[in-house]
């Protein structure tokens, strides 16, 4: 189908459409930059209406000059394709296309042209800019949706694909983002792992051709790859210096980010969902809607793009960003599924002396037919275990409450052990392959949420909680396994199960969270499994890891909070390795505070340390949770890792040391350099989190001015026998 009779009436209707947004153009071409506080991603329209993308980087004062940028560049494009801002295939293209399908009459071109483009503004900071492209042909369209943080330099971008053609369109690729980049170099910083090997870096420079990082696991779908990355353009960036961007999809399961550098040496970036086994059938008139794909730019270094991240994540993606936290106390690594009510009780005296907030009662507590008493059965069958539990969970909320704590609950209310009476009941709740045996990753399955009636059971689970217990205070919301023998008994095509398992999720999420609107919950997954911005706007925290070693946790913690801000990264005390109970505490105070140890075993200093530890993380928490995060020396290139929170009014900073090193005379040889400060004031340097019994070889408190403080540095003396040491930076009125 013609979209349009003739030349005149286009340009009549482009005219109409074009003048409501923010654009400028010159004859032949227009350009639609979507600017932030210090860059521009600049659009361009092109004389044949394709779009492209001319530019990503630092904003021109001048928006004319945007029109001049695209000549600059001389490059022999057989396609006219090469930055195009969505690449279709099938027609012209030559390279790899953001999107390629099969029409209702069998084709399989495609070509994308630019008809409109709008901009709404949202409020002061954010606006989105929409792009309507069309198929000159078929009466297929896409629209581009461009939704710029203005203060944090964040940019979110996404797709909806929608036609009228006289039947079903296959959608093969469909990808949220389309961006193209240019530098002499790129330099690519992403993350591999396992479970407790979590946000392990690779960082080296992107060679022509495609580097792909993608995961199709289903469920837990992180667990060997997470989607954040970090480009740097022309060199590799550091903490504080060169041009890096940050890129992470929002969503939390099968993605693809294909990094190519093409002939013209572009850096074309392509991000979504994964269509690997993801055929998208899509009848007329319905729309397919693409997870954002965020990113930001720093031409000041890598500090910058998170310290942006964060507070753009904590503005506006984190569930309760701005919000407060629950310090807790969780029984897994003290009990397992060895307990019973005796024994919780006693946990509830312990959360109670420690001085946390909450205790938290893990896996283990639900099933009677088929017990939960280890990891092979009872999954699924959320009662209280009569044996364990012959009160109920209402009794441990109530004791809860008489120890002055509050109480919250483990659920993995997206699996199923095949012994369990809900697989007894529901063979077709679950995915497998009928025809063939049954895989399991930890002794279990995965139920399917394509399917209405499994997101109600899920959904009731929660909700089965909280109506019978109004006073449980958190959640912690597990899944461990990835899908297997992936196959669906409710979906008619079997190429959807991957992508309607996490929109069955998110809708569940969603009426969780329309009914129970911000009380915490964990997003754990075997450990990092899962963690990604399209959960956490349902999540309050996430599980970074089961391995807490707390070395170990130094170099994860590091990684993740590029990403990630501190309040949303849970980081438990625990017996793993062997540390002192303070090395471990203070490397948890890094993050959202909490232990999972036996507080009977503690002897009197330990648990006096303990206690004192967290009465200053209370004081402090609000610096290390909603402060600016500054990494001042990296445990991958010094003996000492030294992280720095100050507070946003500059008053208030938390300097964490720790020794990473041990071998002999490591430590911390020179100062290390502050940021963050006001030069002009004086700050008091102290020492905090003392081992009972020792004193600081740092003195009482010394006073310096900021200015001393971030040009000179102060050395906190880490060394063997002082393997960390937390300090506490305070202005003097
Ligand atoms: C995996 C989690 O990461 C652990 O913290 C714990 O909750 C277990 N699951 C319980 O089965």
């Known amino acids: 189908m013609k979209l349009f009779a003739n030349r005149t009436a286009k340009l009549f209707i482009f005219i109409l459409l074009f003048t409501a947004s923010y654009s400028f153009n010159t004859y032949s071409q227009q350009v639609i930059p979507i600017e932030t506080k210090t860059n521009a991603l600049v659009l361009q329209v092109e004389k044949n209406n394709d779009l492209s993308v001319v530019y990503y980087g630092k904003k021109l004062s001048d928006q004319q000059d945007y029109l001049a940028i695209a000549g600059q560049y001389k490059n022999s494009d057989y396609t006219g394709l090469l930055n195009s801002a969505y690449t279709p295939s099938g027609s012209r293209n030559l390279v790899e296309p953001a999107i390629t399908v099969t029409h209702a009459d069998g084709n399989t071109s495609l070509d994308l042209r630019f008809v409109s483009s709008e901009t709404q503004k949202i409020d002061q900071n954010v606006s989105v800019v929409s792009i309507l492209l069309k198929d000159p042909v078929y009466p297929f369209e896409v629209e581009l949706f461009y939704k710029a943080y203005f203060n944090e330099d964040v940019i979110e971008q996404w797709s909806v694909i929608r036609h009228q053609e006289k039947g079903k369109v296959v959608l093969h690729k469909f990808a949220s983002a389309n961006l193209s980049l240019k530098a002499n170099s790129y330099w690519l910083r992403h993350y591999h792992g396992d479970w407790a090997k979590e946000m392990q870096a690779e960082e080296y420079q992107l060679k022509h051709g495609i580097k792909t990082l993608d995961t199709k696991l289903g469920t837990r779908a992180n667990l060997f790859q997470p989607s954040v990355f970090m480009i740097s353009l022309d060199q590799k960036a550091t903490e504080d210096e060169g041009t890096v961007m940050f890129g992470a999809l929002e969503w939390s399961g099968n993605f693809k980010i294909d990094l190519e550098l093409d002939s013209q040496d572009n850096l074309r970036i392509i991000a979504g969902m994964n269509n690997y086994a993801s055929d998208y059938h899509l009848k007329a008139n319905e729309e397919f809607e693409t997870p954002p794909f965020l990113h930001t730019l720093s031409n000041q270094g890598k500090g910058l793009a998170s310290r942006n991240l964060h507070d753009w994540a904590r503005n506006y993606k984190l569930l309760d960003g701005k919000g407060t936290r629950l310090t807790l106390l969780n029984n897994w690594e003290a009990t397992y599924f060895d307990f019973n009510e005796q024994k919780l009780a006693g946990l509830l005296k312990d959360t109670k002396e420690l001085g946390v907030d909450l205790f938290l009662l893990d896996d283990g507590w639900f099933a009677n037919k088929y017990p939960r008493n280890g990891d092979t059965a009872g999954l699924g069958d959320w009662q209280e275990n009569a044996k364990k539990l012959p009160n109920g969970i ?315 403080l971030m040009n000179i540095g102060f050395n906190p003396d880490v060394r063997a026998g002082r393997n960390s040491v937390i300090l506490l930076v305070s202005e003097l009125n």
């Open 394 to 708: 209402g009794y441990l909320v109530k004791e809860a409450k008489k120890n002055d704590v509050k109480f919250g609950i483990w659920i993995e209310p997206e699996m199923v052990n095949p012994k369990s009476e809900l697989y007894e009941k529901h063979p077709d709740w679950v995915i497998k392959q009928a025809k063939r045996d049954e895989y399991y990753f930890r002794n279990q399955l995965v139920l399917d949420l394509s399917n209405p009636e499994v997101q109600d059971f899920v959904f009731d689970v929660v909700d089965g909680l909280f109506t019978k217990n109004p006073d449980l205070a958190y959640i912690k919301w597990d899944c461990n396994a990835v899908i297997y023998n992936a196959c669906s008994a409710h979906l008619k095509n079997q190429s959807h199960l991957y992508i309607d398992y996490v929109r069955g999720l998110y809708d569940v999420l969603k009426r969780i969270r329309t009914k129970y609107p911000t009380v915490p919950m964990m997003l754990c997954s075997g450990g990092g499994g899962r963690v990604d911005y399209g959960a956490l706007q349902y999540f309050t925290e996430f599980w970074p890891s089961d391995n807490t070693e707390p070395i170990e946790r130094i170099f994860m913690q590091w990684e993740y909070s590029f990403f990630y801000p501190l309040i949303s990264m849970s980081c438990h005390v625990t017996d793993w390795g062997k540390q002192p109970i303070k090395f471990r505490t203070d490397v948890a105070m890094m993050g959202k505070l909490g232990f999972d140890i036996v507080v009977d075993h503690l002897n009197e200093n330990d648990l006096k340390y303990c206690q004192e530890a967290i009465h200053n993380y209370n004081e402090l928490k609000q610096t290390i949770w909603q402060g600016d995060q500054y990494r001042l020396s990296s445990p991958l290139t010094s003996s000492v890792a030294t992280m720095m929170c100050v507070d946003k009014s500059k008053k208030q900073a938390v300097v964490f040391n720790y020794l990473v090193n041990n071998r002999y005379g490591a430590g911390s040889k020179l100062p290390v350099k502050f940021k963050g400060l006001n030069p002009t004031k004086k700050y008091m340097v102290k020492e905090i989190n003392l081992y009972p019994g020792t004193n600081s070889t740092l003195g009482t408190g010394q006073v310096y001015s900021g200015d001393f």
